[in-house]
């Protein structure tokens, strides 16, 4: 998938006023099919923001998104949450697993609206399948509180993957892992991002995993510079 921004500012407040904040100011970026790419920068330069902007969770102040050339900002609600549940996975800091269900159940979550029992019996299998490659096929019957904090974020990256997303998005996916883990992650999501073929952006502290993706970019004062 081609994801894109256009000349996208977003501030917060009434633009012009002397208390309104300039987050994101005039920027683009283009996420080339297939690619890995990642945001770097100081806490509260907006990073998060412009990830959920991408990824349609929060709207620019001014400028578009474009995804696969078709802007989502012209689609009503329906349709904008069926572009997200089925184009877009989101890994975020915290994994957000539900405590009442066991690691399977979680991951066939996204599933919950799908009607079809072929397409549900398809996405069980691949789940195991995916269960099987971050090493948990073991645990699919824990439930989150039985489970590491780097166990429930790799069912999390699981989960974000189980309908086949075009596009990844990952917020601080290693933030609150050691570095063991945390370098466990990085590779895993390289390794996914690899094997399937997907668009990949990763907002970041972590300059290790930053190395790992295809391109880097660099967000501060609302400014996107390219640094690799």
Request: hydrophobic share 40%; charged share 20%.
């Amino acid at each position: 998938m081609t994801a894109e921004l256009h000349q996208v500012s977003k501030v917060y407040g009434i633009p012009g006023k002397a208390d309104s904040v300039t987050v994101l100011d005039d920027i683009s970026l283009l996420i080339p099919p297939g690619s890995s790419v990642a945001i770097t920068g100081p806490s509260g330069s907006g990073k998060s923001t412009l990830l959920n902007i991408l990824g349609t969770l929060d709207n620019p102040t001014s400028g578009k998104v474009l995804l696969n050339g078709k802007c989502p900002q012209d689609l009503d609600d329906k349709s904008l949450a069926g572009l997200r549940n089925t184009t877009i996975g989101f890994v975020f800091q915290l994994h957000h697993l539900l405590p009442q269900l066991t690691l399977l159940e979680n991951v066939l979550l996204p599933l919950l609206p799908e009607k079809d029992t072929e397409i549900r019996k398809k996405a069980r299998e691949r789940a195991l399948q995916l269960i099987d490659y971050v090493d948990l096929l073991s645990h699919i019957n824990y439930r989150p509180g039985q489970l590491s904090v780097g166990e429930c974020q790799r069912a999390a990256v699981v989960r974000a993957l189980i309908n086949q997303p075009k596009l990844l998005l990952a917020d601080e996916p290693t933030g609150s892992l050691d570095s063991e883990n945390a370098l466990q992650m990085a590779r895993l999501l390289a390794n996914l991002q690899h094997k399937h073929h997907f668009s990949m952006v990763v907002v970041t502290h972590s300059q290790e995993l930053a190395s790992i993706m295809d391109i880097e970019y660099r967000l501060a004062f609302g400014e996107l510079n390219k640094v690799r």
